[in-house]
């Protein structure tokens, strides 16, 4: 359309078509590297977690006067993202007054131009002012299209992370009805020479060769070093993460073999920081129901056992009580007891608890583990139990002492306290000379407890 109305200015303007581009790659530079930055996101992510960090734990770092060792880590982090800024705002300034001047100096020129071909004859005012409104419409989409810059770097980035997550092994949870669901389940578990890393640390192996058997009706406890696995166990039964090789079986059934849901539901989960959702003390325990309909009288019965019932019913508003953000409104022994009763309404046939006692007080240390005390009575549940108690592992039919990612010893307390050179009686001595007095294990235990058969060594361990 330009040529239409004046070839001289539209050829004059081809002629500044290289200095314009020039102004729209370094703008678009600029972008992208304002955009691809990682280590800027780095640098800002860095600041906002150290002072969410001194926010979330105010009373520490009052308690050990860490103001100014918090308040200087965070002017160091600034200074150098401000030092990294500075520089690059610079380089972004001159580019973007490059590329915003460019056409400035393109827009006075054809102004002149058209003035001085109208001046001649050679032009009329009509065409000069279509011929320039042609070719500024030009520029201002070429301005447009180069504005989009930052955001199509953006969107590279975006895009780029998408894919890096579709990339990874991808841990597939069935909808339902994808593998086994057995009409029944007794709780027998096996682990068969498992070997595994977790991802973020390939290169530190837990379990080398971890076997153990478990029959039912037995309690059997899993003691050693701190870092020897104890938690894995838990996590590898409740399918987070796979073994790298062996099998973990229940009822003879590889669990990789079950429908992943159906094998959850058989589980309730009681950990050392139990988590309550925002809402009343009866939202919080329905939970454990999976969406089938509740009544007070089993609540009651779940809070009753968890020894629960009578601090839910001391409430004004007893079941309708909101437990308030994080929970606040709780106590810790409180929030343990819920959960457990949480876990109880589920009626797993598979109880794991996970150092359910280990941040209480004596006091609700010893409510929370009356509590759990009844529950491995009868043989009710499987359960897997890590705890910071001796007293919790010493009535356990079985003890299984791990380290190295192996099982090196097994027997009752009795026996292994018999063997003078053993591990399992070496950390008991480290715990009564730490001043427990027999009564406090420094080292974790973990209780498996089944329903009714002796726990041995499996074959492939």
């Known amino acids: 359309m330009a040529m239409f109305y004046s070839w001289q200015m539209s050829l004059a303007t081809l002629g500044t078509i290289i200095p314009m581009s020039i102004g729209g790659v370094i703008e678009m530079q600029a972008a992208q590297g304002v955009a691809l930055d990682s280590n800027k996101a780095q640098e800002g992510g860095e600041a906002g977690a150290t002072v969410a960090s001194a926010v979330v734990g105010v009373r520490t770092v009052h308690a050990f006067g860490m103001n100014e060792a918090v308040l200087g880590d965070y002017r160091v982090i600034l200074e150098k993202k401000m030092k990294s800024d500075a520089k690059k705002s610079s380089i ?3 580019a973007l007054g490059y590329s915003q001047g460019v056409p400035m100096f393109v827009y006075a020129f054809l102004f002149w131009l058209g003035a001085y071909l109208v001046n001649q004859g050679d032009l009329n005012f009509e065409d000069m002012l279509a011929a320039l409104f042609c070719l500024i419409s030009v520029s201002f989409s070429m301005g447009d299209a180069a504005g989009l810059a930052g955001d199509q770097a953006a969107a590279k980035k975006a895009v780029a992370r998408c ?8 841990e597939r949870e069935p909808a339902g009805g994808e593998g086994a669901r057995p009409a029944e389940c007794a709780g027998a578990l096996e682990f068969a020479d498992l070997k595994f890393a977790y991802p973020e640390r390939p290169d530190a192996q837990v379990y080398d060769g971890f076997s153990l058997s478990v029959g039912a009706g037995q309690t059997v406890a899993l003691c050693g070093p701190s870092g020897g696995g104890k938690s894995t166990c838990m996590a590898l039964l409740l399918g987070f993460y796979r073994p790298l090789a062996g099998s973990i079986t229940l009822d003879g059934r590889d669990i990789r073999d079950l429908d992943l849901r159906w094998l959850r539901a058989q589980i309730g989960y009681v950990g050392q920081e139990p988590v309550l959702f925002a809402g009343t003390i009866r939202e919080n325990v329905v939970y454990g129901a999976g969406g089938a309909p509740v009544g007070d009288a089993e609540l009651d019965a779940a ?4 020894r629960a019932l009578d601090f839910v019913k001391g409430f004004p508003r007893g079941w309708e009580t909101d ?3 994080k929970s606040s409104l709780l106590s810790g022994g409180q929030k343990q007891r819920l959960a457990i009763a949480r876990a109880i309404l589920k009626s797993p046939k ?6 359910a006692t280990s941040a209480l007080d004596n006091e609700n240390e010893k409510l929370v583990q009356a509590a759990l005390d009844d529950l491995q009575r009868g043989g009710r549940f499987t359960t897997l139990v890590i705890a910071h108690r001796l007293s919790t592992i010493q009535g356990a039919n079985s003890i299984a002492v791990v380290s190295g990612g192996q099982v090196k010893q097994l027997g009752t307390h009795e026996a292994l306290m018999k063997e003078e050179s053993g591990l399992y009686r070496q950390l008991v001595q480290a715990a009564e000379r730490g001043g427990g007095g027999g009564n406090k294990a420094k080292v974790a235990a973990t209780v498996v407890a089944v329903d009714g058969e002796e726990a041995s060594p499996s074959p492939k361990g």
């Open 92 to 94: 972004a300034g001159i």
């Open 323 to 325: 437990v308030g953000e």
């Open 163 to 170: 894919f890096g997550l579709l990339d990874l092994a991808e």
């Open 303 to 306: 809070a009753g056992a968890a």
């Open 350 to 355: 598979i109880l794991l608890l996970d150092e």
